[in-house]
């Protein structure tokens, strides 16, 4: 299996995610294909890792995954917070920061 | 035997990835990234990183899905659709239309790409490889730093989705205002705000009400 | 000499900052005090400055002393220097004199007023900037003492402040005075273009050599020095400020409008001499000028009825005099009217402030009457300047007066002209100086004379503005509650009674051949005068004699009118209703400055705010650049939708862009 069809699954899982931000209206869901974003990142990562045959890419990719928790826990406070608020949870909906 | 289970991961992978996309339901589309993720793992397994591949499954298909799952249940897991997007059908297509164009960049890079070891299986290598002896000498001696750092980008996180999602019992909209004038001048002694509005003066002098307006 | 000529400026300077700043603080008796001080130690000053001009020998008898340049380079050389000669000291020597005594008038006239220190501090300042235009010795310093006696001038007018007419009258003087501080300027402008430089002497020595006679620039040039002339001493056409001054305090009529600002133009025209005769064109204009304004405002005098008014227009007749002296030649004679002028027209305007009060407040001719009982010692001044004005002898109106017009007769030709037209305006003044002291103290005394012949002083239950009925009250900008009359205020009872007495023997320093001090005090400031007397005995005993019947008829026909058969002013105005109209409404020159100037400026400046200003300025050039920043920034703003999928999108075209772009490089 020679790593470019890694790589390609990667790319492919990118652009699925990238569509799915651009598309979703809830946030939440929007989150989730940032996640996909990422974990295509570290399918990438982990090929290349292989490709050079030492572990740095791994680490980078273990590394890519404690920062997409972080970003999870704080993406969903903040769909909590807005939840609590009585805000609509729509994407479209929330743009104050405008202007 | 690879490209088998290759070919079953990696359907697996884009299947799960669309069905998140796709799925109206936001609770299907948390399961679905969770297909997702089990497919990334065993793609991990055939690229030697079983240490990362369990650690996939653990903490990210485990807790951070789990975590995800709780928050969809609190919130709600209708998607409104009662009331139209400010930008419709056309965003769609635009989107579609890039995220197929970067696709296309991608594999176009990929196949072309002058990185003639892409092409191989990768070198052989030494039965340890990403097995968790490895991954945890080269976290605590080459990138030392970078762990403790991602450690405490934890704890900010962790704190950070305390402070975010603490109940602050019974806030109404206007107490949430804090203003900074309100630590520096107590009311009444004249801003000029006051004075425009007609709230300056004690309150004994407030029955005159706010300045008359200008005699013609 | 150079300190006390210095301290002549600098008493009034320092009285004015003194009394300016301490305004709240001083006491109002500190404050009279002061006032008054100053301007007697400035008198001391110019006096001692006399005496060691006196001392110097005939040819050294024009000083100029410099302080400091202000901007001395190629091409210009102005200094701020002052000239002590006979004429200075002469203008300077009188007008500190009257000041001081209308200062003292004050002390006593203006207590109780809420402005008091104001009033004194404006006084003071207005001596300042007039000394500063007489003592001037180039073009510079003499614009500069004008363009501050006419804001002395404003202040003092608009005192009352809150008096809607006292405002308007100082605006409409301090706009007719700024046309004549144009004309200065300008015509400074043309001499200096020729003559290269802006101090007095060296001008008026280059002028033989750069000013042929009758030279278009030096023409032009002096021909607007009239024009400034003309509004500061309020002739013919631009007067119509002077009768509307009257809204000012009585001591500011007395000072400003009658002794010394007024006189300005007649010192302008005697300081530039030597350009006037070298621009005879300009000269008779200033002579026909001036011959014009003596007779119509002695015709309007006839029919006026306030009390100001009256002595207001004889101011204007008897300048009209001065000036048409000067710009023939007359030089001393007008300068000597102007001496005797201030001395009696000041007299006049306290006394009239004296009745005034009196009336308490109430200035209408046609209320008035019967005061001769009650206000003896007002009643002998009046009498005095009355008389002095009116020319008749042994006071000292007659003399200047018979003076100017002897030297017209002297030099024949179409001057013959303004000789019979001055001894027609001397009948006219007897008749209305006359007619204005047999209207207020003859007659039924009306009831405030009555209240007065048993010592009490009449209020008005309100108090009022006489010129428009309008009910004030008595705080700071209107005139306070108190009215002083001469005969109670110790003050100005003695500034009128020495006024009283330079009335009566002032003409003793130039009486036709018996005394000749003023002729050799102000000789050699007119030493290079090429106007040649031609004396002429028989003309001079025919101009005293003349003079004396016109100014005796005139007093005789006053008494027939108003006091023998009080119905004929009635039916003479009846019998010449339209020319009565005429000179009640001034000779129509206020509509005609209206017609001719106030409305199409005001056109103008409509124009300009409706169609220039909103729709070009406004509308094209504020509004297009901001119109265009706004677009600018709106389009701008746009990309700040708070849009996050149109954020997330932008960030993926970028990302698309760039990999194309590294694709297509490395292909």
């Known amino acids: 299996m020679t790593l470019d069809w890694f790589l390609v699954v990667s790319a492919l899982v990118f652009c699925i995610g990238a569509g799915g931000v651009l598309t979703r209206r809830n946030p939440l869901v929007v989150l989730l294909c940032l996640e996909l974003m990422l974990n295509a990142a570290n399918i990438a990562l982990i090929a290349f890792a292989r490709m050079w045959g030492n572990v740095d890419g791994q680490i980078f990719a273990i590394i890519v995954m404690v920062v997409a928790a972080c970003e999870v826990c704080i993406g969903l406070g903040l769909v909590v917070a807005i939840y609590r608020r009585r805000l609509p949870i729509d994407v479209d909906e929330l743009r104050e920061l405008q202007g | ?216 | 000499m150079e300190t006390t000529a210095w301290l002549i400026l600098l008493f009034p300077l320092l009285g004015s900052i003194v009394l300016g700043l301490g305004f709240r603080i001083w006491p109002a008796r500190v404050v009279g005090a002061v006032g008054t001080l100053a301007i007697a130690a400035a008198f001391v000053a110019a006096l001692l400055t006399t005496f060691s001009l006196q001392d110097r020998g005939e040819e050294q008898r024009q000083v100029v002393f410099s302080a400091w340049d202000y901007l001395v380079t190629v091409g210009i050389d102005a200094k701020l220097s002052i000239l002590v000669d006979p004429l200075s000291m002469f203008m300077a020597l009188t007008v500190t004199g009257v000041s001081t005594l209308i200062h003292l008038y004050s002390v006593a006239y203006l207590s109780g007023d809420r402005g008091y220190a104001r009033f004194f501090a404006y006084l003071n300042f207005f001596v300042f900037s007039m000394l500063l235009l007489v003592l001037a010795a180039n073009f510079l310093l003499l614009i500069v003492g004008w363009a501050f006696v006419g804001a002395a001038s404003y202040m003092l007018i608009s005192f009352w402040y809150r008096r809607t007419t006292a405002t308007a009258a100082g605006i409409k003087a301090f706009v007719i005075n700024v046309l004549g501080d144009v004309g200065l300027v300008l015509g400074t402008f043309f001499i200096f273009k020729h003559s290269g430089s802006v101090d007095f002497l060296t001008t008026f020595a280059r002028a033989p050599d750069v000013f042929p006679k009758g030279q278009a620039d030096l023409t032009a040039g002096c021909l607007l020095l009239l024009v400034g002339a003309f509004a500061k001493s309020a002739q013919v056409p631009l007067h119509t400020w002077l009768p509307d001054a009257m809204e000012g305090p009585t001591p500011v009529s007395a000072l400003i409008h009658a002794a010394t600002m007024v006189t300005a133009g007649v010192y302008l025209i005697a300081r530039m001499h030597p350009l006037f005769e070298r621009a005879p064109a300009a000269a008779d204009v200033g002579a026909i000028v001036g011959c014009a304004t003596l007779l119509i405002a002695g015709t309007i005098g006839l029919v006026v009825t306030d009390l100001k008014r009256v002595i207001a227009y004889s101011t204007m007749s008897q300048i009209g005099y001065m000036i048409m002296g000067v710009s023939a030649g007359a030089y001393v004679a007008g300068l000597f009217h102007l001496m005797t002028h201030a001395f009696f027209k000041a007299l006049l305007f306290m006394a009239a402030g004296s009745v005034i009060s009196a009336m308490g407040g109430e200035q209408d001719l046609n209320k008035m009457g019967g005061f001769r009982k009650a206000m003896p010692f007002t009643f002998a001044c009046f009498v005095i300047g009355g008389l002095a004005l009116s020319g008749i002898p042994p006071f000292s109106g007659f003399f200047s007066k018979d003076e100017i017009l002897l030297v017209m007769g002297e030099q024949g030709g179409w001057k013959w002209a303004l000789y019979i037209s001055g001894y027609i305006g001397a009948f006219l003044t007897a008749i209305y100086t006359w007619r204005m002291i047999f209207r207020a103290f003859f007659g039924e005394p009306v009831e405030q004379a009555r209240e007065l012949e048993h010592g009490h002083l009449y209020h008005a239950p309100e108090p009022f503005n006489p010129a428009n009925g309008e009910i004030e009250d008595t705080d700071v900008g209107f005139p306070g509650p108190e009215h002083h009359i001469a005969e109670t205020a110790l003050s100005m009872k003695a500034a009128m009674g020495l006024l009283a007495v330079l009335a009566v023997v002032g003409g003793i320093v130039l009486v036709p051949k018996t005394t000749t001090w003023l002729d050799t005090f102000l000789e050699p400031s007119f030493a290079g005068s090429s106007v040649v007397a031609k004396p002429d005995d028989s003309l001079l005993v025919l101009g005293l004699l003349l003079g004396t019947a016109l100014g005796l008829l005139g007093v005789f026909v006053a008494y027939t009118i108003w006091v023998r058969r009080p119905g004929t002013s009635a039916r003479w105005v009846e019998r010449f209703s339209g020319l009565h109209r005429l000179f009640v409404h001034k000779w129509y020159f206020d509509e005609l400055i209206d017609i001719l100037v106030v409305r199409p400026a005001a056109w103008f400046g409509r124009w300009g705010q409706q169609t220039f200003e909103r729709v070009f300025v406004n509308g094209t050039l504020i509004g297009g650049t901001t119109g265009i920043v706004r677009a600018g920034s709106a389009a701008v703003r746009a990309a700040q939708s708070g849009f996050l999928r149109g954020y997330a999108a932008l960030l993926l075209f970028g990302v698309v862009a760039v990999g194309l772009y590294f694709l297509i490089q490395s292909a």
């Open chain 2, 1 to 216: 035997m690879t490209e088998v289970l290759f070919f079953i991961a990696a359907i697996g992978a884009i299947v799960g990835a669309v069905g998140v996309v796709a799925l109206q339901n936001p609770f299907y589309s948390v399961l679905a990234l969770v297909f997702h993720l089990l497919s990334l793992a065993a793609l991990f397994l055939l690229l030697q990183a079983q240490f990362v591949a369990a650690a996939q499954v653990v903490v990210y298909a485990g807790a951070v899905m789990v975590l995800y799952v709780f928050v969809v249940a609190y919130v709600g897991a209708a998607e409104s659709t009662h009331f139209k997007a400010p930008i419709g059908g056309g965003q769609r297509a635009f989107a579609v239309g890039f995220a197929l164009a970067l696709f296309v960049e991608l594999v176009i890079a990929v196949l072309g790409s002058g990185l003639s070891a892409i092409s191989t299986e990768g070198p052989d290598v030494r039965f340890g490889f990403g097995s968790p002896e490895q991954i945890g000498q080269a976290l605590l001696t080459r990138f030392l730093v970078a762990f403790e750092v991602a450690s405490y980008l934890l704890l900010i996180a962790a704190v950070g989705a305390v402070v975010l999602a603490r109940r602050r019992g019974g806030i109404h909209e206007e107490e949430t205002r804090v203003s900074a004038m309100s630590f520096l001048r107590p009311p009444g002694v004249g801003t000029m705000a006051e004075g425009v509005e007609g709230r300056t003066g004690t309150p004994e002098h407030r029955e005159l009400g706010p300045p008359a307006e200008r005699v013609p």
